[in-house]
C-alpha cells in the first residue's frame, strides 16, 4: 500500500519559535495533501488543503500566516507553525491523495508529529 | 453540509463479547466511509472502507461494517473483542479527491 512518512514524530519547542513539520508520499505522487489538527480527546479537524505548485486552501479559523503551507512537489508538502504558543500543542496529522486516479478514493495518513509548546 | 456522527462517546465491553460502533453520515450523494482506529498517542490506522458493492465490508482484525443507506449508518462490528481492541474509533467520510470529515469518536475500553 501507500505510504506517508510524516516528520519529526514529536517535537518539543519554545514559545514564539517556529517549527516545520515534514509529510512525504514516500511510493506515490501526491497532487493533494490535507493537514488536520487532533487535540487530545477530540476528533481529527481539517486544517488545509494543499495542492501540489499551488496555494493552500485554509478552513475557516485557521490563521494562514501562523500556519505556512509549501506543497513544492509532488512527494512532500510541509507545515511550519509560525511564533509557536502553548495553545499550539497539538498532534498534527498529514494525508496525501495519490495522483491516481484508481487510487484517489482513499486517504493514506502519516503517523503524526505530537508538538509541544513550552 | 457533510457531516458524520458517531452517537457514542465511550463503550464498554466485556473480553470476548460483541461489538457495535455507530456511526450515521449525512451526505446525499454516495458517500466513501472508512472506519480507522487510533492507538493513544498514535496515527490512524485503517480498518475497512466501503466505496461501492457488497454493503458488508471485511476489515483487518476481525472487524466488518455494514453499509445501510436507508439508515445513513455505517456500523462497525466484531464479535468477539479483544483487550487489545481498546482505543479510539473513527468513523470517516469523504468525496473522492476531498478531505475525509471525521466523526467525534468512539472511545472503546475492554473489561476483563
Known amino acids: 500500500g501507500a505510504v506517508v512518512s510524516q516528520h519529526p514524530s514529536w517535537v518539543i519547542c519554545k514559545s514564539g519559535t517556529s517549527v516545520k513539520i515534514e509529510c512525504r508520499s514516500l511510493?506515490?505522487?501526491?497532487?493533494?495533501m490535507f493537514w488536520y489538527r487532533q487535540f487530545p480527546k477530540q476528533s481529527l479537524m481539517l486544517m488545509a488543503t494543499?495542492?501540489?505548485?499551488?496555494?493552500?486552501?485554509?478552513e475557516q479559523g485557521v490563521e494562514k500566516d501562523k500556519f505556512l503551507i509549501n506543497h513544492a512537489s509532488l512527494t512532500l508538502s510541509t507545515l511550519t507553525v509560525t511564533s509557536a504558543h502553548p495553545e499550539d500543542s497539538s498532534f498534527y496529522i498529514c494525508?496525501?491523495?495519490?495522483?491516481?486516479?484508481?487510487?484517489?478514493?482513499?486517504?493514506?495518513f502519516g503517523q503524526g508529529t505530537r508538538l509541544t509548546v513550552v | 453540509a457533510q457531516s458524520v456522527t458517531q452517537p457514542d462517546i465511550h463503550i464498554t465491553v466485556s473480553e470476548g463479547a460483541s461489538l457495535e460502533l455507530r456511526c450515521n453520515y449525512s451526505?446525499?450523494?454516495?458517500?466513501?466511509l472508512f472506519w480507522y482506529v487510533q492507538s493513544p498517542g498514535q496515527g490512524l490506522q485503517l480498518l475497512l472502507k466501503?466505496?461501492?458493492?457488497?454493503?458488508l465490508v471485511q476489515g483487518i482484525k476481525g472487524f466488518e461494517a455494514e453499509f445501510k443507506r436507508s439508515q445513513s449508518s455505517f456500523n462497525l462490528r466484531k464479535p468477539s473483542v479483544h483487550w487489545s481492541d481498546a482505543a479510539e474509533y473513527f468513523c470517516?467520510?469523504?468525496?473522492?479527491?476531498?478531505?475525509?470529515?471525521f466523526g467525534k469518536g468512539t472511545t472503546l475500553s475492554v473489561s476483563s
Open positions: 451526505y446525499g450523494a454516495t458517500p466513501y
Open positions: 494543499s495542492n501540489e505548485g499551488s496555494k493552500a486552501t485554509y
Open positions: 511510493d506515490f505522487q501526491a497532487t493533494t
Open positions: 470517516a467520510d469523504n468525496q473522492a479527491g476531498t478531505a475525509l470529515i
Open positions: 466501503y466505496f461501492s458493492g457488497d454493503t
Open positions: 494525508s496525501a491523495a495519490p495522483r491516481d486516479r484508481a487510487l484517489n478514493t482513499e486517504a493514506f
